[in-house]
């Protein structure tokens, strides 16, 4: 695919098409173990509080630190799973294990994620469209962390929000594209999704990857020689 141009929805897909030839089955895994690694968490938390508390709604609290603790592993698994599709698309080797490697940048990831959700959720206190604009304003935030892992968290979602300047509509659009898809995860039981969400996210990355480099050749002609000379 060529970067260095903005690229159609359609485009994006397609390429993301290509991309999952081979790897399709691996990623679809990758999805399954980090479902299971989540419901098996949520199954188990259920079965203590069944044992121990008759009530839930007398023990909120446990219901909160249920929610901290999906929370805290939630933002390592974001970049790892970004990490799994940046490898794709810039053809590097693709594992299971990449979906644990945002554990080891912790602290980022998770605070990452945190600030993501804290500026969606009070953009979202006045109306729900400035809150869905935001969270496309944020939407490669992790992207720009794995190509930066030295950058602060609000850095990157600062960057995310020049980078996705005039832009946001277009990544709406891919998102309402897979809307059929969707529907069709609905219609397996949820089992499609384990397909879909390999589709979707490496278009999201084929996008950020497109308008990082379209961007970059755009500010390296701003900054060429025979400009600085006149």
């Known amino acids: 695919m060529d970067y260095s141009t903005i690229q159609k929805n359609k485009e994006l897909r397609a390429q993301s098409r290509i991309q999952l030839k081979g790897v399709w089955g691996k990623m679809a895994l990758a999805v399954f173990i980090y479902t299971i690694i989540i419901y098996t968490s949520l199954f188990l938390f259920t079965d203590f509080k069944s044992d121990y508390v008759r009530n839930p709604l007398q023990n909120p609290i446990l219901d909160l630190i249920f929610t901290i603790a999906a929370n805290i592993v939630s933002g390592p698994f974001a970049l790892g799973f970004t990490i799994l599709f940046m490898n794709r698309i810039r053809e590097k080797e693709v594992s299971l294990k990449n979906i644990f490697e945002g554990f080891k940048s912790f602290p980022k990831s998770f605070l990452l994620l945190l600030l993501q959700f804290i500026f969606v959720f009070l953009?979202?206190?006045?109306?729900?469209?400035p809150g869905i604009i935001k969270a496309l304003s944020y939407s490669m935030c992790f992207?720009?962390?794995?190509?930066?892992?030295?950058?602060?968290?609000?850095d990157a979602i600062n960057k995310s929000k020049v980078m996705m300047k005039g832009y946001k509509g277009k990544l709406f659009l891919l998102g309402l594209s897979f809307i059929g898809w969707y529907l069709l995860g609905i219609l397996t039981l949820g089992i499609g999704y384990?397909?879909?969400t390999p589709y979707v996210g490496l278009s999201m990355a084929n996008m950020y990857e497109n308008l990082k480099q379209n961007?970059?050749?755009a500010a390296a002609g701003n900054n060429s020689p025979e400009e600085k000379s006149e």
């Open 143 to 154: 992207y720009i962390l794995n190509d930066n892992p030295g950058m602060k968290p609000i």
């Open 215 to 217: 961007q970059e050749k």
């Open 194 to 196: 384990f397909w879909l």
């Open 123 to 129: 953009w979202s206190l006045l109306l729900i469209v």
